[in-house]
């Protein structure tokens, strides 16, 4: 679905856990606005993600980048 320039993917339909959930979706790009093609630019990576969340209004400290890296790595530690 897009919406406000941006794609969004729907929840999926099996027993993923929230981190699988969140691999698929910053891998397909989901929330990254779109290029000419009407394809997401592309993935997130760890510091596109720090810096989106760090523009947040609300979010006036921001998210250290090593903490992002945690989110992708494969690992026990939740997100």
Request: aromatic share 8%; glycine share 12%.
């Amino acid at each position: 679905m897009i919406k406000n320039g941006k794609i969004f993917l729907p929840p999926p339909g099996d027993e993923s856990d929230f981190k699988e959930i969140f691999k698929r979706l910053a891998a397909a790009g989901a929330g990254r606005p779109l290029g000419k093609d009407g394809f997401p630019a592309g993935p997130w990576t760890p510091e596109l993600l720090a810096e989106a969340i760090s523009q947040i209004d609300s979010n006036r400290i921001g998210v250290d980048l090593r903490t992002v890296q945690l989110w992708f790595q494969e690992n026990e530690k939740g997100i």
